[in-house]
């Protein structure tokens, strides 16, 4: 709740006082971000992602990713291992709310524009596909964007296989049958339907990067607001604009 504080001011020339009350809006705000955060990481807010809506679509995929690492941290003596990136291929399709958190993610760092332009080289040369999912590291073979990895890179090989894994999964998959599956995911087409119905068609995350402006911004309007609505406000705002 916003509080009422008295603040008294001296006039320089008679020295008389004057006291007023001020209303101080932001004070819910920074009680909030005094809070542990809606992921689960057990840090304060302020301290962790304090410019995401503790109800927006952000945070809730940010809480069900974090579900998932959980459940995926029980598996003992897990085959995949840190540096590993069989499984990370180039072409594999990812929700536009999930594009949304990567977008965000490349925002703060500063390296959307280095990314764009791996895409528009990969779409423009379509007979030359990398090995490589572009976001994997040159030099350390890692993720760089593991953090806000999507729900295929968290899935495959977990409580997802084809014939595309390693070896080591497909020979050991009985060691990751245990995990947790939910009915909110569609595993084979990579899209969340949460209680209030978001459905999203997937699309490769190049093609999602590629539609990009030059300076790595959305092209369009809704989709502006979209991106705005998925990290600032209550679902329902996300909802509302989706359906326009």
Known sequence: MNR???ITIIDPITDEKSVYQIRLLYEGKDMENNNL?????????????????EKSLFATLLHYYKELDD?????QNP????GCNECCESTF???????????NSLKITDEIAIYKAKADEIV????????KCIFVDDYTGACRIYEVRPLVCRLYGVVKTDDNVCEQIKNNQHIYDTLLT??????????????????????????????LTSDGDLNSDKQKRLFEAAKSYPISEYLRILQI
């Open 182 to 211: 939910s009915s909110s995911i569609n595993i084979a087409h990579n899209t969340f339907s949460f209680d209030n119905g978001i459905m999203t068609t997937p699309k490769p995350l190049i093609y999602w990067i590629s539609k």
């Open 93 to 103: 399709s990812v929700s536009q709310s999930e594009f949304f958190m990567i977008l």
């Open 71 to 75: 459940e995926s941290k029980t598996v």
């Open 4 to 6: 009422i504080r008295k």
């Open 79 to 82: 085959l995949c291992k840190k």
């Open 124 to 131: 423009n040369n379509k007979y030359e596909m990398p090995d």
């Open 37 to 53: 955060c809606f992921c689960g990481s057990g840090m304060k807010k302020k301290k962790c992602h304090p410019d995401i809506h």
